[in-house]
């Protein structure tokens, strides 16, 4: 069963600070990873997909990485602002294909 | 309007009662998903569809069933509810080619069962 795991649990910066949420999954066969953020009370809504080809890609100030050989997947958030306080979310869509298995989540604040 | 739209947004109920949460999608997507989130577990899937006639388990069915009644609605039932039921319910999609696996979710529903 694909295990992934989000490092830090909780993350408080100050505003303007370039950040790193990491994402571990155990099963290196995978499909896709994807990102997601979580406003309180919320649903999800998707950041970054990386397909298993691929390395990395970008949207803004957000970059996600995917090393698949070490079951690693980073998020970078560039001059974080308050707007980006929000739970996040690593997901990853293991070879079976039919659905994700999540992490717990990084819950982030960024203070001004 | 929101693509993929769960009603009712909030519901509390009483231990026994029936429930049903809806879940529509106007995304044209054949595949189908109900999770439920709980603080400290993260989400956890209930049921998926993969088309109308396609129904499976995920990792915790039991005490739920569904309904896929056409490609772009997916009904979450609980028989009986029961307290420890109460979480925050997510409905998802997504695409039918499974090239990308993007998923979509829903608002979600909060259900409380006392």
């Known amino acids: 069963k694909q295990e992934v795991t989000q490092i830090p649990a909780a993350l408080s910066v100050p505003e303007g600070e370039n950040l790193v949420l990491n994402c571990s999954f155990t099963?290196?066969?995978?499909?896709?990873l994807q990102w997601f953020r979580q406003d309180p009370g919320k649903g999800l809504t998707s950041l970054l997909l990386?397909?298993?080809?691929?390395r990395e890609q970008t949207s803004g100030r957000l970059n996600a990485s995917l090393d698949k050989s070490s079951g690693r997947s980073t998020l970078y958030i560039a001059a974080s602002q308050p707007g980006d306080s929000a739970t996040y979310l690593c997901?990853?869509?293991?070879?079976?294909?039919?659905?994700?298995?999540f992490g717990k989540g990084t819950s982030l604040l960024v203070t001004p | 309007d929101a693509d993929v739209t769960q009603t009712p947004r909030n519901r509390i109920t009483k231990t026994g009662k029936r429930i049903m949460l809806e879940c529509s999608q106007t995304k044209g997507h054949d595949r189908m998903y109900w999770y439920r989130q709980d603080p400290g577990l993260g989400l956890r899937l209930i049921y998926y569809s993969f088309d109308v006639k396609d129904i499976n388990k995920g990792e915790i069915s039991d005490g739920y069933s569904v309904s896929r009644q056409a490609q772009a609605k997916f009904s979450l039932s609980l028989e009986s509810a029961i307290p420890n039921q109460t979480a925050l319910y997510f409905c998802?999609?997504?695409?039918?080619?499974?090239?990308?696996?993007?998923?979509?979710f829903g608002e979600g529903s909060r259900l409380t069962v006392l």
């Open positions: 998802a999609t997504s695409d039918p080619g499974h090239t990308t696996g993007e998923l979509f």
């Open positions: 997901a990853v869509n293991s070879n079976s294909g039919y659905a994700l298995n």
């Open positions: 099963d290196s066969a995978i499909y896709n």
């Open positions: 990386i397909q298993s080809s691929q």
